[in-house]
């Protein structure tokens, strides 16, 4: 006993001394997760992203003119509403003096060249039309009301936060739409259809982004865990002779086999528990693994990709060699499993390897398991596909793995 | 010159058996375009397909006229609100809408939470617009929205692919030189050939010869595959484009040549490579629009190669704008970077191992 146990401290010691070894399995995991948690667990929120965005008001009348009413709106938004927080929009305005076509010119390249995400022009006669729509009950068009008078919002498509603005400043000005015909007695806002939001699956609740990414994040851990850790630890040390010094000992085989199983999976509990101490502790996860299906599916997790890991090493000749599959596998899987996308979109040839994927199987598993997302696949065969991945990687990796250097 | 010939053609042939090097130089950014092709790149998908399910058997006329005026191309009608659930979760369509005559209910799957946001934000504008049409009224304000982006670039995926290209020319130009050399230092075919009159700067000139056609070709390969199968469109400056592909080439080398002198083993110069490529791939806006981090992650990308040679590319493509002052500094930078740094290797990078 002592010896598998010696053989698993080893292992789980050259993983924590090897600084790439510990960057890769610690630090990057951990990077990614940050990383997306911050950029897309706020997408859309007030005081976590902020739009540059330019306005132009070339409606400057009297004080109570519906174009003061728009700029001063805006102007309202681009003030922090919390200390520390970013306010929604950053907003350069023009103080009046420049000459308008010059600046439309400048803020016109400035969205472009992505300087700024939208720029607003509030037309000459816009307070006239406003007035106008109002006197006609903002039922119908006037035949002055052509476009001239109309609110430009200049956007880049193709910039995604470009496209985020405009939709916030829709939102504004619908806001400023509906007030303004409240105000003048033409909307009854007591009668506004309700607007309720409801969450399908089986949580009922909105999950949150660090919910949804934790378990992803902990799953790609675990894959390249396997997929890099057990070749490189098998194939590296029967290259330089290490494995050979174990086979003149007592020990056999199937007692490094054990040890080596003990160590990977020691080394994953503390990968584990340190992804879900930043991400409950830092990122404010509230998802529980804690449960009996969702620690089986973890374990099932890891004893497919450690299969994994020795059908690489049974297929390799060198250590290099393992590590370029390894490499070559690793970024397809990872990226066609939906660990962090959708994948509904794909086409035939490419769910194909989705349906292949044991990733995908285990992902979808375990985020039904601890209630994060609702299944795709029958829970029959998140169990099944990788079970049958380590049955058919064991068979392989018995006949084909060599323990020892060719002489 | 004819050590220079010789070294060419071995460079080249290595190149061309080393299986790893010409999976990341030529599949590896087809693979990532066909992924997030598919995802992201499909022009006539609709932007959100919305299920509708009215309590009442009649179809409102005035819920009609506000959806088919949304901006939804799709809208698909159930007959139960458990077949719309059903609906949403089986991703036939993205979010739902219950009307009962009363109020809008909006159903989400709360697994897409990437993208409820924006489904969230079509949710509103459907409610705002059918509560003034309730009460016989119209928007006061009137909007009109003009694109003023370059005309190539009308999706997210148009500035991915460059960016992609962006990303594949770091890692080539890096894993050139740090793993190349130093793999050549642990065979010892390096010292071998410092003892012939080979010059050093040979080699190195080799190298990157050998590098930069075939990082060129792979780009070229790369464009063409998301034009042809993703109807992307591209209005191309070569000139800029050849001049950047190829400064930045030298300039991803000479970063690689860093790395070469700071780690000996091949293994070890490889993953230090790979480790700098990924950081930076996150942080440089090749995957997720850069405004979308907070302030001081915004800050680090600045700071970032990658970012600039992605905005770089971007132009060079024609499917964003930079100043050309801006451009023609990138690709001075890259070249900078590579002139300065070549020499260095060939000085400290090219010498025999010490033993």
């Known amino acids: ?407 | 010159m004819r050590a220079f010939r010789s070294l060419l053609i071995s460079e080249t042939r290595i190149f061309a058996r080393d299986v790893v090097a010409l999976f990341f130089t030529f599949l590896f950014p087809l693979i990532f375009i066909l992924i997030f092709g598919f995802i992201l790149g499909d022009v006539d998908r609709p932007i959100a397909r919305l299920g509708l399910f009215e309590v009442s058997l009649e179809e409102d006329a005035a819920l009609r006229d506000v959806l088919s005026s949304s901006g939804l191309d799709l809208v698909s009608r159930y007959a139960s609100a458990d077949e719309l659930a059903s609906g949403i979760l089986d991703r036939e369509v993205d979010f739902g809408l219950t009307w009962d005559g009363a109020s809008l209910a909006f159903s989400y799957d709360p697994s897409r939470v990437q993208e409820n946001y924006a489904f969230q934000q079509i949710a509103r504008g459907i409610t705002d617009a059918l509560n003034l049409r309730a009460q016989g009224l119209s928007s006061v304000i009137r909007v009109e929205k003009e694109h003023v982006g370059t005309e190539a670039s009308t999706r997210w995926f148009n500035k991915m692919v460059p960016g992609i290209i962006a990303f594949s020319i770091l890692s080539s130009g890096l894993f050139a030189i740090s793993g190349h050399l130093t793999g050549m230092k642990q065979r010892r075919t390096l010292d071998r050939l410092l003892v012939t009159p080979m010059p050093p700067v040979a080699l190195l000139a080799a190298i990157a010869a050998v590098r930069l056609v075939i990082v060129y070709i792979s780009t070229l390969i790369t464009l063409l595959l998301s034009s042809v199968v993703f109807d992307l469109s591209y209005s191309i400056d070569w000139v800029a484009y050849t001049l950047l592909v190829a400064c930045a080439t030298i300039g991803m080398m000479g970063l690689g040549t860093v790395i070469a002198l700071v780690v000996r083993r091949p293994s070890s110069a490889g993953n230090v490579a790979n480790v700098i490529a990924m950081v930076m791939m996150f942080l440089s806006g090749i995957y997720f629009p850069i405004e979308f981090m907070p302030r001081f992650l915004r800050a680090v990308s600045l700071a970032l190669p990658l970012r600039h040679l992605a905005d770089g590319m971007r132009y060079a493509t024609g499917v964003s704008d930079m100043s050309q002052l801006r451009f023609w500094l990138i690709v001075g930078a890259f070249l900078a970077a590579g002139i300065i740094l070549f020499p260095v290797l060939a000085r400290y990078a090219v010498r025999p191992q010490r033993t």
């Open chain 1, 1 to 407: 006993m002592n010896d598998i146990l010696l053989v698993a401290r080893n292992h789980l010691l050259m993983a924590l001394r090897e600084r790439i070894t510990l960057f890769w399995f610690m630090i990057f995991p951990v990077f990614l997760l940050v990383i997306l948690a911050v950029i897309f667990g706020h997408i859309g929120q007030e005081g976590e992203i902020s739009f540059g965005i330019s306005l132009l008001n070339l409606d400057r009348g009297s004080s109570n003119a519906f174009s003061t009413i728009v700029e001063e709106t805006f102007a309202e938004l681009a003030q922090p509403q919390e200390q520390g927080k970013e306010p929604l929009f950053a907003l350069m305005s023009s103080g009046g003096g420049e000459d308008p076509d010059a600046y439309i010119e400048a803020e016109t390249l400035a969205v472009k060249r992505g300087r700024r995400t939208a720029f607003i022009i509030i037309p000459e006669g816009f307070t006239r039309q406003v007035m106008e729509q109002i006197a006609t009950g903002g039922a119908q068009e006037t035949a002055t009301s052509g476009g001239a008078s109309a609110l430009q919002i200049l956007y880049s498509e193709g910039n995604t936060s470009s496209a985020m603005a405009v939709s916030i400043i829709e939102q504004v000005l619908a806001g400023i739409d509906q007030e303004i015909l409240a105000r003048s007695g033409r909307f009854d806002a007591a009668r506004s259809i309700p607007l309720m939001t409801t969450w399908v699956g089986s949580d009922a609740a909105e999950g949150s982004y660090v919910d949804f990414l934790l378990p992803g994040i902990v799953l790609m851990g675990f894959f390249m865990n396997g997929l890099f850790g057990i070749p490189g630890s098998i194939l590296f040390s029967r290259d330089q002779g290490v494995l050979r010094r174990y086979w003149v000992t007592p020990h056999t085989v199937p007692r490094f086999f054990a040890g080596l199983t003990l160590g990977h999976l020691a080394l994953c509990v503390v990968q584990f528990a340190i992804l879900y101490s930043v991400g409950r502790f830092a990122l404010g996860a509230s998802v529980s693994f804690a449960t009996a299906p969702a620690i089986l599916f973890m374990l099932l997790a890891i004893v497919t990709f450690m299969a994994v890991g020795f059908l690489i090493s049974s297929l390799s000749k060198t250590a290099n060699a393992g590590m370029a599959v390894a490499n070559i596998l690793n970024m397809p899987m990872m990226f066609l499993s939906g660990l962090f996308f959708p994948i509904a979109g794909l086409p035939g040839f490419l769910r194909a390897i989705v349906y292949i994927n044991p990733l995908s199987y285990l992902a979808d598993g375990l985020r039904a398991n601890i209630g994060v997302e609702s299944a795709q696949f029958s829970p029959l065969l998140t169990v099944l596909i990788p079970i049958a991945w380590i049955a058919v990687a064991t068979v392989i990796a018995s006949w084909r793995l060599k323990w020892d250097v060719s002489t």
